[in-house]
């Protein structure tokens, strides 16, 4: 299983004096929440990992190789990416674009064979998006479209999950679901990273938590170690109360 690694990292966000080098491994197995407040950088560092913007300085390494250094169809095969924003303007259907996640693993002109089709089709029954597989993608919800993002990745099987707010524009069912897929993927040995504006979320399913501030100041750790309300206070700029419920702490912001 691939690991990825960042050494000295600093991702390059307009306009801001340094921050904290980043050196940190994304182990097989980890599930990690990126948490910080509007622009702190949250998007730039996941583009930064997945190797679609360059840092401004250090290096991003994926299986102990310069991520720079190598080519893109074979990072595909090891880094899934889950965007915040997609433009679905393609008038593709729902099944057409869950089996882009195949496109990595096939020759330029190869059509998808058999076994494409079948992981599309476990991965859209697995993000309940199945009974959409032959409508239009931009004719779908919000909620559906993230569905069939994350159904798309699930079709392409990466190592490493890349995930931008994945539960972007879902229900609470559907929430709880798609944290319980990326814990799944976890615990089968793949590594997860995602970027979560729902601090609960972060507490209940990650085991790893990486604070994101906007002067650049970064901090990392274990969840227990991380999840501290004064610290998160201090994130947030917010007022926070905790209260406990299945073992897990749940934040809720206070006036004051
Ligand atoms: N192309 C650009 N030109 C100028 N500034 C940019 C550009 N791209 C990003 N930024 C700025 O970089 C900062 C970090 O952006 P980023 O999207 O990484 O933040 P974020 O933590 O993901 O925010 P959010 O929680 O709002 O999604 C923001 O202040 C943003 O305005």
């Not at 306009?15 to 050196?23: A, F, H, S, V």
């Not at 190592?159 to 993927?185: K, R």
Request: charged content about 20%; overall charge negative.
């Amino acid at each position: 299983m691939s690991r990825l690694v960042t050494q000295d990292l600093i991702i390059d966000v307009p306009g801001r004096q340094g921050g904290t080098p980043l050196n940190l491994t994304i182990e097989p197995g980890q599930s990690w929440g990126v948490l910080g407040p509007n622009g702190a950088g949250k998007t730039t560092l996941l583009h930064t990992l997945a190797g679609l913007k360059p840092p401004r300085s250090g290096h991003v390494k994926l299986a102990d190789k310069p991520l720079a250094q190598q080519r893109r169809r074979q990072i595909a095969r090891e880094l899934g990416m889950v965007f915040q924003d997609r433009q679905d303007g393609f008038p593709a259907t729902v099944l057409e674009t869950a089996l882009i996640g195949r496109h990595p693993y096939l020759s330029p002109w190869q059509m998808e064979g058999a076994d494409d089709y079948a992981r599309a089709e476990r991965a859209l029954e697995r993000l309940d998006v199945a009974h959409l597989r032959d409508r239009l993608v931009n004719t779908l919800s919000g909620g559906e479209r993230q569905r069939v993002a994350i159904a798309t990745v699930l079709t392409q099987a990466p190592a490493i999950w890349l995930a931008d707010e994945p539960t972007n524009h879902l229900d609470l069912h559907h929430q709880s679901a798609v944290m319980g897929l990326m814990a799944e993927q976890a615990a089968g040995g793949q590594a997860v990273v995602m970027c979560l504006h729902d601090l609960n979320l972060a507490a209940r399913w990650c085991d790893h938590i990486l604070l994101l501030y906007p002067s650049g100041e970064v901090c990392w750790g274990t969840r227990d170690n991380m999840l501290v309300p004064s610290a998160l206070e201090d994130l947030y700029r917010q007022k926070l109360a905790v209260v406990e419920v299945d073992g897990a702490p749940v934040f809720v912001p206070v006036k004051g």
